[in-house]
């Protein structure tokens, strides 16, 4: 296979068995019965994927390092390694601490080595999860490790998808993986994938786009992402940004309920008040958004939702702060 270095081929990876990470999965399973995608990146970088979820798959000298490990994969992820090598996992980097992206994990035999930032591994202590160990080696703030013989760039930053957020860069494949901040060709998943600090996840885009890579695993979609993809994704952000505002500055809540008399409560009202804010503000955004990227009328309307409530908790997410 092109660019795999074969190395003494070994009985490896164990079994990967469905059991309790299957089971974990099924909120979010995407996956169907066939096999997973499986595709060269890089001279040793590969991205596996479901169709719905993704992650990336590195051959070291002796063993692979996984980066990820999807629940949804169940046992087709044996499979899918492979048809990489037949190289065993040694190490496996933790994204971030959600299930959906990390609970195939624990069924992983034998138990790799497993890094993730500090901040992470707090977390995953905090849920003891079988499916979800706790990291056996952290990183806080910024380390190259050298793994199976490749130097590793794992970058932690503030909080964007989640309590922080961890890029892993691989200088050496112009690659980076970075989990659950943009959704490439794709309107992202609903409240701007479930996202708790929108404008981190701004500051996150630009941290991105301040890095040196070629290709982007960003965890989700059928495909890898590029420096245009994330472009477009800061794009999307800075328009719901600017039209969330626009619609609050034509109508505020105390305009609202005095041109709308109603017996009501004021939750119902203000429910009803943010319902009418995220229709005007679709009819605004999707006309720029329809043919640029996939499921616009799947998520657009919950995106908008996010970016209003953002607006009021957190502020207006600040654009250009990093680049
Ligand atoms: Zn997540």
């Known amino acids: 296979m092109p660019g795999v270095t074969a190395v003494t081929r070994r009985t490896v990876l164990g079994g990967i068995a469905a059991g309790a990470a299957a089971a974990a999965a099924a909120a979010h399973a995407v996956a169907g019965p066939q096999p997973l995608t499986v595709r060269q990146l ?8 479901d169709g719905g979820y993704n992650n990336l798959v590195l051959v070291g000298d002796h063993g692979l390092v996984l980066c990820d490990a999807p629940p949804s994969y169940g046992t087709r992820l044996t499979a899918a390694l492979r048809q990489i090598s037949d190289l065993p996992v040694t190490h496996l980097l933790y994204s971030h601490e959600h299930v959906d992206h990390i609970a195939g994990a624990g069924a ?44 590793v760039e794992i970058v932690t930053g503030p909080p964007a998808h989640c309590i922080d957020t961890t890029y892993i860069r691989v200088p050496g494949e112009g690659l980076l993986m ?12 609903k409240n701007l994938g479930d996202s708790i600090d929108l404008p981190g996840v701004v500051e996150a885009h630009e941290t991105m786009l301040a890095m040196d890579w070629r290709t982007l ?23 719901l940004a600017e039209s969330a505002q626009r619609q609050y ?17 004021s939750w119902e009202r203000h429910e009803l008040y943010e319902t009418e804010l995220v229709k005007r503000m679709v009819a605004d955004v999707r006309p720029r958004w329809i043919n640029r990227l996939k499921g616009v009328d799947t998520y657009l309307a919950d995106n908008c939702w996010a970016m209003l409530e953002t607006l009021v908790v957190q502020g207006a997410p600040k654009f250009g702060a990093r680049r």
């Open 42 to 49: 890089s001279e040793r970088g590969w991205f596996v994927g």
């Open 108 to 151: 992983i035999t034998p138990r790799p080595e497993i890094i993730a930032s500090e901040a992470t591994a707090v977390q995953l202590r905090r849920r003891a999860d079988p499916a979800r160990p706790v990291p056996t080696r952290t990183v806080r703030n910024h380390e190259v490790v050298t793994l199976q013989g490749m130097p």
């Open 178 to 189: 970075a989990v659950d901040l943009i959704y490439p060709g794709w309107m992202p998943y």
């Open 217 to 239: 695993v960003a965890g989700h979609v059928d495909r890898t992402g590029t420096r245009e993809d994330v472009e477009v994704s800061l794009e999307l952000y800075r328009d």
């Open 249 to 265: 500055a034509a109508l505020s809540f105390p305009q609202y309920l005095a041109a709308t008399p109603s017996p009501l409560t």
